[in-house]
């Protein structure tokens, strides 16, 4: 592959035990520049939230900062207890990206907001870890 090549992040396909919470396609795409430490999955929650963002410049920096952390450098991040991460961006009103690392090599996206809608999006992705934990 070559540096204009892209690669759709993480695999298409849907965690058998979870077909119902995962997308099955992926809409995020990355330029294929150096090697992926990460593969990246998102639940079907994650990506309407993403794809409704009106202000496209917003999901473009979004995608993007998901790019880096397949990259194994997620920047200001901050560790929420019980397996949980917080991605933070500083522009707009302040989107939040909540993701779970799963046997080492692979990143769950679970939900998104802001940081006016905090609290309910950290305890929705409280609930969906949960649900993979009790489903493992």
Not at 49 to 76: F, M, N, Q, S, Y
Request: overall charge positive.
């Amino acid at each position: 592959m070559n540096l204009h090549e892209s690669v759709t992040i993480g695999s298409c396909n849907p965690l058998p035990k979870h077909a119902e919470m995962w997308a099955p396609t992926c809409s995020l795409r990355i330029l294929w520049d150096t090697f992926l430490l990460y593969e990246i999955r998102q639940t079907l929650g994650f990506q309407k939230w993403l794809g409704r963002l009106p202000d496209r410049t917003a999901k473009a920096r979004l995608i993007r900062r998901i790019e880096r952390l397949a990259h194994g450098h997620p920047g200001d991040t901050r560790f929420l207890g019980a397996s949980l991460h917080e991605l933070r961006e500083h522009f707009g009103p302040g989107y939040r990206i909540y993701f779970t690392y799963q046997a080492g090599r692979l990143v769950l996206l679970l939900a998104g907001g802001a940081k006016t809608s905090q609290q309910a999006d950290i305890a929705r992705a409280r609930k969906l870890i949960e649900r993979l934990e009790t489903d493992r």
